[in-house]
């Protein structure tokens, strides 16, 4: 296994008063210390209540423990919901798949839905195992609170990049946003190349992370390059930049590398959302002041195909 991470702390940002625009400017401006420092901050007081998180935990949990022959009625689609296998992630430049299996869903539109009808990619329902009912309400309850928090916290990246509040509004009309919980099978002791997940930087805008007290998340440090723990912090979530929201912002906010390993000994569970914008959305570093632009326009749903096409075995020759 790759060196032992060094110790230091990342961002923790309070967000209290955001939601109401109390102290916006000054969460702002954290924020934009964070963004072109590590690339990753913790915020506490983000309105998430703990009995939404903890209920969406324990169903996914139960879900993850069934046998993975039931866990297949809900393998993943081409709309990328559902169960997607051990083995079945690889990320840039990795030579091995990664060791965990995630549950994923998102926007759920009924197939009459304009947006589906028009064959948009990635749109459509969610699917649901019959044997863990209590899993659809609490995602979809977890869900919808990480939408709040995640559109309150672009309010506060849109004046970080010297942009109104309400500039990625629009964008989030009918959002991308993908809520995925993760399991990773603990690591045997004597695997010396293995990853949870092996260092990548995310495709989208913004990922806000619920973690368990398993430890393994670690972070590369810009200047040194060493790899650095973002340790799990009671009441706190994780957000860090993705590749979207830095060809967006001209690498202003640059995504910055992160892998995990579990070396806990034991299973590690987490609940990541990519909050990301419409995919019509129109990716231009110039609408956000760039006059020398490093990126091609693009739209959003554009970049996450192409991330998730290189990325994800169930898409091969899809």
């Given at each position: ?37 590590p690339g990753f901050f913790y915020i506490r007081n983000h309105g998430v209540p703990d009995a939404v998180i903890s209920a ?113 509004a629009a964008h989030y009309t009918l959002p991308l946003q993908r809520t995925q919980a993760v399991f990773y099978p603990p ?132």
């Amino acid at each position: 296994m790759p060196d032992q991470p060094l110790r230091q702390a990342l961002p923790v940002i309070d967000i209290a008063g955001l939601m109401d625009g109390a102290r916006l400017a000054g969460i702002a401006a954290e924020i934009r210390a964070a963004c072109t420092g590590p690339g990753f901050f913790y915020i506490r007081n983000h309105g998430v209540p703990d009995a939404v998180i903890s209920a969406a935990v324990t169903a996914a949990r139960r879900f993850f423990h069934l046998p993975a022959e039931v866990k297949a009625a809900t393998r993943a689609t081409l709309v990328h919901r559902g169960w997607h296998a051990a083995g079945g992630a690889v990320m840039a430049g990795a030579t091995k798949p990664d060791l965990k299996e995630f549950f994923s869903i998102g926007l759920d539109l009924p197939a009459d839905h304009p947006v589906v009808l028009a064959g948009e990619k990635l749109r459509g329902p969610n699917q649901w195992p019959a044997e863990v009912p209590e899993l659809q309400p609490a995602m979809e309850a977890y869900y919808a609170a990480m939408m709040e928090c995640g559109a309150q916290l672009m309010r506060a990246i849109a004046v970080s990049l010297d942009l109104p509040p309400d500039f990625f509004a629009a964008h989030y009309t009918l959002p991308l946003q993908r809520t995925q919980a993760v399991f990773y099978p603990p690591q045997p002791p004597d695997d010396t190349e293995g990853f949870g997940v092996a260092p990548h930087t995310d495709f989208g805008c913004i990922t806000l992370l619920w973690q368990d007290d398993s430890g393994g998340l670690e972070v590369k440090e810009r200047q040194s390059g060493a790899w650095i723990p973002a340790p799990p912090l009671p009441g706190t979530l994780v957000i860090n930049v993705g590749d979207l929201l830095g060809r967006w912002s001209n690498d202003r906010f640059a995504s910055t590398p992160h892998r995990v390993v579990n070396r806990s000994g034991h299973e590690r569970m987490s609940i990541a959302t990519f909050h990301d914008p419409n995919f019509q959305a129109p990716i231009d570093p110039r609408a956000l002041g760039a006059t020398q632009a490093l990126y091609p326009p693009t739209t959003a749903g554009g970049h996450i195909l192409e991330c998730f096409a290189k990325a994800f075995a169930y898409r091969k020759g899809g």
